[in-house]
DNA sequence: ATGGTAGAGGATCTA
């Protein structure tokens, strides 16, 4: 199974480059976030003419995540919904639509758009620790860490240092802080490996790059998109790549895609 | 000197 993941900042603005990059990278599973499209709204016949079927969670204006999949696509569940324990209590409602899962080729697959965090120590950068607690609460009371799971998305979290194009300079902003590292650690402790390291060690290795001021060409940029996938899958993991590719061109996401070819 | 660009929407807000 090749599981792909992308930020692709607007389905509308970027859908001739979705569809483009569908027929020649080819993957079973897209996970797709910052669609920025309402449900009633998603082209769901743009990716049934390539194969796929979709699971859309929006709203419209921000945010958005979906699923495409040519492996199946059940039990489709949007936002983290109530909590099973106790669905009166405080059941973390839909908190933006960055969150929806959905079972492809025996998968349980979720996209997934972290908070972006904004400024340290802003109520959005308390939102986006929560929202990363949630998240592991969610997977604990929907999944086991046994099952074959992958959650896939834009964590708005650079792992490590190896994973920011200036450590030094990007000390104390978001996206690297010791709170959203621990947090995303929480995550991945949950039982979940990130795919793209199982293959690679080097640093310098990004994901995503400013629009602004040329980032992408001076190579400055974040490693911030994760494959994120179970024991069951880690150990079947053969390949893995960032498609840097889809990032130049005309009119790309500020976001690549990210591949991950799992063993059957 | 918080710039620089892109998207949504129709003024700014978000990233």
Same mark, same amino acid.
């Given at each position: 199974m090749r599981i792909a993941t992308w930020n692709v900042n607007s389905l509308n603005a970027r859908l001739p480059r979705v569809e483009e990059w569908l027929a020649y990278a080819q993957p079973d599973v897209l996970c797709m976030q910052?669609?920025?499209?309402a449900d009633a709204a998603f082209p769901a016949m743009a990716f049934s003419a390539l194969g796929y079927e979709t699971a859309s969670h929006g709203d419209g204006r921000w945010n958005g995540v979906a699923i495409a999949s040519r492996v199946g696509l059940s039990d489709v569940v949007g =936002?983290?919904?109530?909590?099973?324990?106790?669905?009166?209590?405080? &059941? +973390?409602? #839909? !908190?933006?639509?960055r969150l929806v899962a959905a079972t492809c080729g025996g998968v349980r697959v979720h996209s997934v758009y972290v908070p972006?965090?904004?400024?340290?120590?802003s109520e959005h950068y308390a939102a986006k620790l929560s929202w990363l607690e949630d998240l592991r609460a969610y997977l604990e009371r929907t999944?086991?860490? =046994?099952?074959d799971v992958a959650v896939c998305g834009d964590?708005?979290? &650079? +792992?490590? #240092? !190896?994973?920011?194009?200036?450590p030094a300079a990007m000390e104390?902003?978001?996206?690297?802080?010791e709170p959203e590292r621990a947090a995303l650690a929480a995550v991945q402790a949950w039982g979940l490996s990130d795919a793209f390291r199982l293959c690679y060690q080097q640093d310098?290795?990004?994901?995503w790059w400013d629009y602004r001021a040329g980032n992408f060409h001076k190579h400055?940029?974040?490693?911030?998109?994760l494959v994120l996938v179970s024991k069951s899958l880690a150990e079947r993991v053969s390949g893995a790549l960032?498609?840097?590719?889809?990032?130049?061109?005309?009119?790309?996401?500020?976001h690549a895609p990210v591949l991950v070819d799992i063993d059957r």
């Amino acid at each position: 199974m090749r599981i792909a993941t992308w930020n692709v900042n607007s389905l509308n603005a970027r859908l001739p480059r979705v569809e483009e990059w569908l027929a020649y990278a080819q993957p079973d599973v897209l996970c797709m976030q910052e669609t920025k499209v309402a449900d009633a709204a998603f082209p769901a016949m743009a990716f049934s003419a390539l194969g796929y079927e979709t699971a859309s969670h929006g709203d419209g204006r921000w945010n958005g995540v979906a699923i495409a999949s040519r492996v199946g696509l059940s039990d489709v569940v949007g =936002g983290f919904g109530a909590s099973a324990a106790d669905p009166a209590d405080a &059941a +973390p409602d #839909d !908190r933006g639509a960055r969150l929806v899962a959905a079972t492809c080729g025996g998968v349980r697959v979720h996209s997934v758009y972290v908070p972006n965090g904004r400024s340290v120590g802003s109520e959005h950068y308390a939102a986006k620790l929560s929202w990363l607690e949630d998240l592991r609460a969610y997977l604990e009371r929907t999944c086991a860490p =046994g099952d074959d799971v992958a959650v896939c998305g834009d964590f708005n979290v &650079a +792992p490590e #240092d !190896r994973d920011v194009w200036d450590p030094a300079a990007m000390e104390g902003s978001t996206h690297v802080t010791e709170p959203e590292r621990a947090a995303l650690a929480a995550v991945q402790a949950w039982g979940l490996s990130d795919a793209f390291r199982l293959c690679y060690q080097q640093d310098q290795l990004f994901t995503w790059w400013d629009y602004r001021a040329g980032n992408f060409h001076k190579h400055m940029g974040l490693r911030i998109d994760l494959v994120l996938v179970s024991k069951s899958l880690a150990e079947r993991v053969s390949g893995a790549l960032v498609d840097r590719n889809a990032r130049k061109g005309k009119q790309p996401s500020d976001h690549a895609p990210v591949l991950v070819d799992i063993d059957r």
